[in-house]
């Protein structure tokens, strides 16, 4: 379609009226804007969206994608997003796993494949302003409302950037897995807050072959691998 954006996995995140992890939408139309050169303004690009580069690269125009779920438990509801094969670098698998814990915090679960060894980079942006408190843990702040950002994946680096291709200031979170590799499991915990309540302190993770539990605080959420991945089982809430 002419409206579509290369934003497969994509997420918004706000707080009350107050949006910090943000969809940045569209300009006011360009003459060229529904010509070849469409794809590339920022805001239709995938590295104008909340969502996950492969390689450097962003997703193909036209390729599908597709939500599972809702999965829902005691504790939690998820969704899943497949974008396999969308993107210009050849893919096997990837997935997002988005789960809302307690009705406070989100758990991204970025599961990517690929045939050859590839770096993985994720990005969030805002117009509010990003503060970083530890190397795994950034606060973006908009009036009396924020936002944690938090990984427990020590390979991931973080930083951020003032895109130029878009048509007013907006900040970038940028994470990036730097080591190429054929597989990444990144965990990614988002909590959108009031600004006088209290952050996140930490996040764990603890992987095997048949499971991953990530420790947010005192509540376990613990996925299995299955066949078609992983997949959420259970939350643990604290006591």
């Known amino acids: 379609a002419n409206h579509t954006h290369l934003d497969l996995n994509h997420i918004s995140v706000g707080y009350g009226d107050?949006?910090?992890?943000?969809?940045?939408?569209?300009?006011?139309?360009?003459?060229d804007y529904f010509s070849q050169k469409r794809n590339?303004?920022?805001?239709i690009s995938t590295a104008g969206?909340?969502?996950?580069?492969?390689?450097?690269?962003?997703?193909v125009s036209g390729r599908q994608g597709k939500l599972l779920g809702p999965l829902?438990?005691?504790?939690?509801?998820a969704l899943t997003g497949v974008a396999d094969g969308a993107y210009e670098v050849s893919t096997t698998r990837v997935r997002r796993h988005v789960v809302f814990v307690d009705k406070r915090f989100w758990v991204l679960l970025d599961e990517i494949q690929t045939p050859e060894m590839e770096p993985v980079e994720l990005r969030f942006h805002t117009y509010g302003t990003a503060?970083?408190?530890?190397?795994?843990?950034?606060?973006?702040?908009q009036g009396q409302a924020d936002l944690d950002i938090l990984t427990p994946n020590t390979e991931v680096t973080s930083g951020l950037e003032t895109p130029a291709g878009w048509i007013k200031p907006v900040t970038v979170l940028s994470m990036k897995a730097e080591a190429p590799a054929r597989e990444h499991t990144l965990i990614t915990v988002l909590q959108p807050r009031a600004k006088e309540s209290a952050a996140l302190d930490k996040v764990q993770a603890q992987k095997?072959?048949?499971?991953?539990?990530?420790?947010?605080?005192?509540?376990?959420?613990?996925?299995?691998?299955?066949?078609d991945g992983w997949r959420i089982k259970n939350v643990r809430l604290k006591k």
């Open 208 to 227: 095997s072959e048949e499971q991953l539990v990530v420790t947010v605080e005192s509540t376990e959420v613990i996925f299995e691998q299955t066949a």
């Open 131 to 141: 503060t970083k408190i530890t190397s795994r843990h950034w606060v973006f702040e």
């Open 18 to 31: 107050t949006m910090l992890a943000v969809e940045l939408g569209s300009r006011p139309y360009p003459a």
């Open 72 to 77: 829902k438990g005691d504790g939690y509801e």
């Open 40 to 43: 590339s303004y920022y805001e």
């Open 49 to 59: 969206h909340n969502t996950v580069l492969i390689g450097g690269k962003g997703q």
